[in-house]
Structures are given as C-alpha cells and as structure tokens.
C-alpha cells in the first residue's frame, strides 16, 4: 500500500549515538512508501498519527555523486575525491571497519559501484584469473569467478601481477581486462559474462598494465606489445569492434622493453569533440576518441614502459615519458603532426615517478617519486616548490581527498599532508602489509587493497561497527491512502 506521509518529529539515532540534524529531511518533508505496509498499525484507513521506524533512508548505498569510483584513479581518472570526513589516522587496530583476504596475487585497484567492490587477482603463476566482488558494507564476498585459465603465460617482471589492469564499472556492468589474455563484460547481479574477447593479441613481454576506460558506448583497450601497437574500440553492449588504430612509431632497430608500454589513456572534452591523450614507448599521441584519428604527437626517445596516466590541467597535457630516465612534460594542445618542436610547454627530469601518477590540487602537482622523495611543482612553469624524501618505495598513485594528499608505499606506509607551497606532514599510517594498488574512495571510507587484503579504513566516530544505516524514530501522520 502506497501513501504520502509528513514528517512531524522524529530524533534519528545511528549506531545507538543521535544524531543532532539530517540533511535533507525536515518536519514537512514528504516521501513516498510504496513498500511499507502500514494497514496492520492503522485503526482507521482515515487520518491518523503513529511513529514508526523509516531505516536505510539516509543509506549511503544509494549512490550519489561521491558514492561511485568507476575506474583506475577515480570518477575523473585523475585521483580527485569530493568525500570529506575520511580519516587521518589508522593502523591494524584502529580506524578498520573490515578486511577481507583477497587470494592470488593482483595490482588492479577496487573500482565501486553502489554497494560492490570489483577488482581482479590471479594465481602467482598466472595460469588462473579471477574477478572479485566484495560488498561494501559488510566486506563479505559476493563473486569470487573464474574468468580465465588453460594458457601458457608469460614471464612477467617482478614489481608486475598477472592480474594488474583495473577493471571499470557502470550501473549493471563492470568489465575485466587482462590484456591479450582475454576481456570480458560481467552482468554486476549475476556476474554471468555477458561477452567476452580473447583474440586481441599482443606480446606484452612482462605482463599486462594499460587499464580499460569507457568512453560513451565504447570501451577502449590499449595494447602495447614489443610485436604489436594499438588502441582498439570495442561496443560495450556486444564486443564487438568499432574502431582500431595502430601507434605510428617509427621504432627502427629498437626491440624488446623499448617498444611497450602500460600506460591507461586520459579522455576530456575539448573543442567541441573528445580529446583521448595516450602515452606509448618512444612517443604519446592525441587522439578523436570517437574515431580514433590521430591528431598529433610528442616524441620522447627513450622513454618506455610506460605507466603513469596523463593529466590535464588549464591546457597542459602532463605526460611522463616513462622507464629509463622517467621525465615530466607539459605539452600545451592543439596543433597537427608532430608537435615536439612547438608545443612542450616545460620538461621535469629529476626526482619523477616512472609508476604513480601526481596528483594536481590549485595548480600544483605533487607527487612521490618510486624511491620516495615527495615533491610539488608548479603545473603552470614546471618550477620545483618543496621536496622531501618520505622515504619508502612507490607503485600506487596518490590521492586528494578530504582537503588532503595521500601516499601510498610497498611498506604498507601512507604519509598524509596538507597541500600547499610548503611541506606540511600531518599523518603517517603504517599497515602489516604493502600497497601495489591505487586506493578507492566512497562516502566517507578508503578502500585500501593491500598485497593480501581489501580493507576498509573509516573513522570510529563515523562507521562503528560498519552500519551505516540511519534510523528515523519519526512521528508522521498520513494524508493520503491508495
């Protein structure tokens, strides 16, 4: 029975505690309750007055804007979060709402949708590859699949997992990618694989990196082998190829490592079509995402391996040109060809990460390198503001959330600080186990996946026990009955 009712009064109690105001809720609000059967407390099918407990009104698995981490490095793929409240502090015992052992061995970050949390794994020696969903609220396993097994894999590098590439969700679906190996879409409910290819070949010769992004109805895959280079469009409905286009590099004798890459290409709206910037071995390359026309290129010899994703901030395209001697670039769009005589705005040689990727807050980018010196630049001039050495050694890419930055190290370490043209520590986490992934952040938590672990780091005062189900003890009086 469906009824319009008003909120008269009502004081809302999370986890025994109360809570002194709700956002979004006042004494004259009116919601609708097409599943609550009221008739059976009702004396009259009239006007009446009674209270009643409303729960899971104010969930947080009802996903709003910051309810959602899509894909690698967040909703704009650039490690921005607009939660607040997270946590400063943590450690094996304070601040853990739950972890979950995730097994095999697997670098994909969690990408959340709702109340899940997918990420891939597979065995150490690659010859089993699985996906992994976790509910978010309660940490407990929901999908533990089998996606691939019955081939021979390659030898991959040592700081690599067979199972690195993040995977990217939408409403319903989520799509796994293990390079050449093989990239299926999975029904989010069911995790029934709705299609899937496993003809897209490359030799990625120490394992796959790049990760999946959706762009509209097509996800785009990026193969960057020591045999073969290209991007290739698929229909995220079917599978099916929409567009492929090779890498133009001119490798001449080159072989081996100096013609891969891992790096996960960065989509923006940008005079009127969508621009995709693209890092490869030798060279990064814009692209019409749409098409796949290539539209110019920036050429960096040398560079290879590479694994930081482009930022783009007022203009700039911020690429890193990879293993070697990783540099920092800031290449000002537009232009047709080859635009490395014309358009580098600035390079950085020293102290760059060859595997996180910065993070850019009021223009400045900071970022840790892989030996664990921390430094801020200046996006618009390259220009070196502070360093320090934060000590460890660095795969994951940092945050911003919360009004902070995050670092994330193999020891298990995370060193928190305040932006700003001066260093200004304010926290350092040290968990049993390391970080290889890039974390997710949702509502109020950090999703942190450990080499061995999923785990959810929440303040106390916010989580509790976990439940974050909010209970309204409300008067209401009905003024309508169907």
């Not at 607040?84 to 061995?105: A, K």
């Not at 109805?217 to 290739?232: A, K, M, N, T």
């Not at 358009?343 to 990727?357: C, D, E, G, L, Y």
Request: aromatic residues 8%.
């Amino acid at each position: 029975m469906g009824m319009a009712i008003r909120i008269v009064s009502f004081p809302a109690i999370r986890q025994g505690r109360a809570i002194r105001s709700v956002v979004g809720y006042n004494s004259t609000s009116s919601i609708d309750l097409p599943r609550v059967n009221l008739e059976p407390l009702m004396p009259s099918r009239l006007f009446c007055t009674f209270s009643i407990v409303l729960a899971a009104l104010l969930s947080p698995s009802i996903g709003g804007a910051d309810e959602q981490w899509p894909q690698f490095r967040g909703p704009t793929g650039d490690g921005q979060s607009s939660a607040t409240d997270l946590p400063i502090r943590w450690s094996e015992t304070e601040n853990i709402v739950w972890q979950t052992p995730i097994h095999g061995r697997g670098w994909s970050s969690p990408v959340v949708w709702d109340d899940q949390i997918w990420m891939t794994t597979a065995t150490e020696d690659g010859r089993r590859m699985a996906a992994v969903c976790v509910d978010r609220e309660s940490g407990k396993i929901v999908h533990d699949i089998l996606m691939l097994e019955g081939h021979e894999p390659e030898e991959i590098h040592t700081l690599n997992s067979y199972a690195s590439p993040t995977p990217v969700i939408e409403a319903g679906r989520v799509y796994v990618h293990f390079g050449s190996y093989g990239t299926k879409c999975l029904d989010t409910a069911t995790g029934r694989t709705v299609w899937e290819r496993c003809d897209l070949e490359c030799d990625h010769y120490r394992g796959p990196g790049s990760s999946p992004v959706l762009c509209g109805d097509r996800l785009i895959l990026h193969f960057d082998g020591i045999d073969v280079q290209y991007i290739v469009a698929l229909d995220k409905t079917t599978g099916k190829t929409v567009w492929k286009t090779d890498r133009s590099t001119d490798f001449g004798t080159l072989d081996g490592d100096l013609r891969k890459a891992y790096s996960t290409p960065t989509i923006v709206p940008l005079d009127g079509r969508l621009r995709m910037f693209s890092p490869g071995a030798q060279a990064a390359w814009a692209y019409d995402a749409e098409t796949g026309k290539e539209l110019w290129t920036v050429r960096y010899p040398g560079g290879y391996s590479n694994v930081s994703r482009p930022l783009f901030v007022d203009g700039l395209v911020l690429l890193n040109t990879g293993f070697g001697r990783p540099q920092l670039w800031a290449v000002r769009c537009g232009g047709h060809g080859d635009v490395t005589d014309t358009h580098v705005v600035w390079k950085v040689t020293k102290n760059i990460p060859a595997k996180p990727t910065p993070v850019i807050v009021d223009g400045l980018i900071y970022m840790a390198s892989d030996t664990g010196i921390a430094s801020c630049l200046d996006a618009a001039t390259g220009k070196t503001i502070w360093q320090q050495r934060i000590g460890g050694a660095y795969s994951a890419s940092p945050i911003h959330a919360a009004g902070r930055i995050y670092f994330f190290s193999h020891e298990g370490k995370t060193t928190v600080i305040e932006p700003g043209r001066e260093y200004k520590e304010l926290a350092v986490n040290q968990l049993d186990d390391g970080f290889m992934a890039s974390p997710a952040v949702v509502g109020k938590a950090i999703y942190l996946r450990t080499k061995t672990r999923l785990i959810r780091v929440e303040s106390e005062k916010v989580s509790g026990s976990g439940d974050q189900t909010t209970y309204l003890f409300a008067t209401v009086e009905v003024t309508s009955c169907q």
